[in-house]
């Protein structure tokens, strides 16, 4: 069964400051990758996702990842982050060719103005 | 609009009752998923279905119960031996194989 890690919990930053958000899996197959974002009050929505290809994906709002195969991460960057990325992010797992979506424990990202 | 639609919104129940969660898509997704959202814990999957008349359990599956008698619908059941039921609720549905989830704004429920 696959699984997920988000090791940083809760993050504290200015804004203008870069960001990098730390996300590993384990599974032993081909995966698609996802980050997901929930601002608060609304839906959770996708943000970018990895399905084949470049390693180096870009999603809405100036946000990208990196899939490092050999290290089993897909961590999320921003280089400038501004006060309305103040929201929880999710990074989430699913074998390629399964149904089965697993999510990690989620990162506060906390963007001071 | 597509979307889905989760109700109720707000639920509160006593212990020992069950109680159930709707869940409605007019995206024609295929797929549609039950996740419990705690704080700290991230998403857990309770419960998932691909097709009509068909689901699998997921990661945290007892204690629920669900039916996917038509695309559309995918309720959850938390039933009385659902040890911690207070929590948030969230559906969500994607295409086959394409497994971008599409979620609804979810159903707290709170047991009293």
């Known amino acids: 069964a696959q699984s997920v890690s988000q090791h940083n919990h809760h993050v504290i930053l200015s804004e203008a400051a870069s960001l990098e958000l730390g996300c590993n899996y384990s599974?032993?197959?081909?995966?698609?990758l996802f980050w997901y974002v929930q601002y608060p009050g609304q839906h959770l929505q996708l943000l970018l996702k990895?399905?084949?290809?470049?390693?180096l994906v870009k999603g809405i709002k100036g946000f990208e990842a990196e899939f490092i195969k050999s290290k089993f991460s897909f961590n999320l960057r921003k280089p400038s982050v501004q006060w309305s990325d103040t929201a929880e992010y999710f990074c989430a797992v699913n074998p390629q060719g399964y149904q089965k979506v697993t999510f990690g424990t989620g990162t506060k990202l906390q963007v001071i103005p | 609009d597509g979307g889905i639609t989760q109700s109720p919104k707000y639920l509160f129940r006593k212990e020992g009752q069950n109680v159930t969660l709707s869940c409605e898509q007019n995206?024609?997704?295929?797929?549609m998923y039950w996740y419990r959202q705690d704080p700290g814990q991230g998403l857990r999957l309770i419960y998932y279905s691909q097709i009509v008349n068909d689901f699998q359990k997921g990661d945290i599956a007892e204690g629920y119960s669900v039916s996917r008698e038509k695309k559309e619908s995918f309720p959850l059941t938390v039933t009385s031996a659902q040890k911690n039921p207070t929590a948030f609720y969230l559906c969500?549905?994607?295409?086959?194989?394409?497994?971008?989830?599409?979620f609804g704004a979810g159903s707290r429920l709170t047991v009293l």
């Open positions: 995206l024609n997704h295929d797929a």
């Open positions: 599974y032993g197959g081909t995966v698609n």
């Open positions: 969500a549905s994607s295409t086959a194989g394409a497994n971008v989830l599409t």
């Open positions: 990895y399905f084949s290809g470049d390693p």
